[in-house]
């Protein structure tokens, strides 16, 4: 299975990397570019090659496409079962326009969040997909020297450190921050991807690589 990080719009990256692996069932971790880079319709996606919604996403348009995995959710896909979250919180929200390249709803409510958190706890899955990541990863990223902007608490963030704290899974993957980091915290190994970055877990395995050397 294929997951592969941020490509805000870049579309024909993405298309290059799912026919590299063929058949294979993938995820994209938001910020598709959905209604962000305008309202053209994408091209005919593979039935196996799904998206989570970011803050760079139409979250109606998002939604209303056959390829949306969801808000949140489980799914198995290509025999791995996988725990999902869509959303995140812009930063730079105030340079941007409402219902243009920002919406409103790009987090997922507080009752929707609470929902997710108790489905969570209930499954208690081994691997976790979502656009940002838990506020334990993030304060990881910070401190690494991977980010360097000032880390603002938002409510996804809160509500995927909830999450961890409830269940840690064997491994989370997330993007939203542009870069790639690996680090294991209290027996989960998170991974953040890069823009146009992607892993691929096969067999148990999993092998990294990047949109941009195809």
């Not at 209930?122 to 976790?128: A, E, G, S, T, Y």
Request: charged letters at 20%; glycine letters at 12%.
């Amino acid at each position: 299975m294929l997951v592969i990080g941020d490509i805000h719009g870049n579309v024909a990256s993405y298309l290059k990397l799912l026919n590299r692996y063929k058949g294979e069932p993938s995820v994209q971790l938001g910020d598709f570019g959905i209604g962000f880079l305008g309202d053209g319709p994408l091209p005919p996606l593979p039935d196996n090659a799904w998206f989570l919604r970011g803050n760079h996403d139409n979250p109606e348009a998002a939604r209303s496409h056959p390829n949306y995995l969801g808000d949140f959710g489980l799914k198995k896909i290509g025999g791995v079962s996988v725990f999902f979250v869509s959303g995140a919180w812009s930063s730079d929200q105030w340079w941007r326009t409402e219902g243009v390249n920002w919406w409103r709803d790009e987090e997922l409510s507080l009752v929707e969040l609470q929902t997710a958190i108790d489905l969570y706890a209930q499954i208690k899955p081994d691997i976790v997909l979502s656009h940002d990541g838990p506020d334990a990863a993030i304060e990881a990223l910070h401190s690494g020297g991977f980010v360097h902007k000032d880390l603002i608490p938002t409510r996804t963030g809160q509500a995927l450190n909830a999450m961890l704290e409830t269940h840690r899974p064997k491994k989370w993957i997330f993007g939203h921050w542009h870069t790639r980091f690996r680090k294991q915290i209290g027996g989960t190994e998170f991974r953040c991807l890069p823009e146009l970055g992607w892993c691929h877990i096969l067999g148990g395995h999993l092998k990294t690589g990047h949109l941009w050397s195809l």
